[in-house]
C-alpha cells in the first residue's frame, strides 16, 4: 500500500489544500493519505485552537472521502503539547505502517528551509518526498540550492495561489470566503465565529 502524509497547520484548510491532495492521490497513486495536524515551531500562534484546527482537518478529510480517497486525521504532533517535527512525526507513521512505501507531500517553499529542520539529512531514508512547486518560471530558483540530489526527490509542478492566511485577512475583514473553502469548514468558521477581529 502506499500510504502519503501531508501535514500543515491547517488554519484553515482550504481549496488550495484539497486540490493539491487530489492531484497528488492521482498522479502518485496514492492508497491512502495522513493529514497530520501540526505544531510548527517556526510559526507564531494560531488563529484557531489546536481543537478546532484538527475539527477542521476532518472536515476536510471527509471532503476527500466523499470522492472517493481513503484519508485520515492524525492528531499524533497536538497531542505532544509541544512543538514537533517531522522527522518524528514520519518515524511515527513509519511505525503504523511499518511495511507499505510512503511519501511525505511538502511545498517547494517548506523543502527549501529543509536544512533548518531537525535531522533532515535522514529523511530520504525513512520516506520518498513529492515537493509541489509553482509552475511560473519566475519561481523556479536553480536546482543546486537543494539539499538532496534530483534523484531523491520527485519535484511536481502544481501552483494553485492560495494560503490560509489570505483566508484569515479575508475573514477578519468581513470578505467573503465561499469560492476559498469546502463549504463544511465554512460553515464551521461561521458557526465558531474564527477569525474575526475582537
Known amino acids: 500500500m502506499h500510504v ?3 501535514g500543515g497547520s491547517f488554519d ?4 488550495g489544500h ?11 497513486r496514492i492508497d ?14 494560531y488563529g484557531a485552537a489546536d481543537e478546532q484546527r484538527k475539527q477542521m482537518a476532518s472536515l476536510f ?14 492528531g499524533w504532533e497536538l497531542e505532544k503539547k509541544q512543538p514537533s517535527y517531522t522527522v518524528d512525526l514520519i518515524r ?15 511545498g517547494e517553499d517548506s523543502f527549501r528551509e529543509i536544512r533548518s529542520w531537525k535531522s533532515w539529512e535522514i529523511l530520504p531514508s525513512l520516506c520518498d518526498l513529492a515537493v509541489f512547486r509553482r509552475t511560473s518560471p519566475e519561481d523556479h530558483r536553480e536546482n543546486s540550492s537543494f539539499p538532496f540530489s534530483s534523484g531523491t526527490v520527485r519535484l ?20 467573503p470566503v465561499g ?12 458557526k465558531h465565529g474564527l477569525y474575526r477581529k475582537a
Open 18 to 28: 484539497l486540490a493539491l491532495c487530489l492531484f497528488a492521490v492521482e498522479l502518485l
Open 92 to 106: 511515527y507513521v513509519r511505525s503504523v505502517y511499518p511495511l507499505d512505501r510512503l511519501t511525505l507531500l511538502i
Open 179 to 190: 469560492d476559498l473553502l469546502p463549504s463544511a469548514i465554512r460553515h464551521y468558521i461561521v
Open 4 to 6: 502519503a502524509l501531508y
Open 32 to 45: 491512502r493519505l495522513i493529514i497530520s495536524v501540526s505544531i510548527n515551531p517556526f510559526k507564531g500562534r
Open 61 to 74: 478529510a471527509g471532503e476527500l472521502s466523499r470522492v472517493g480517497i481513503s484519508a485520515e486525521v492524525s
Open 156 to 175: 511536481i509542478d502544481f501552483d494553485f495561489p492560495l494560503s490560509s492566511t489570505v483566508i484569515r485577512e479575508r475573514v477578519a475583514a468581513d470578505m
Open 12 to 15: 484553515p484548510p482550504h481549496n
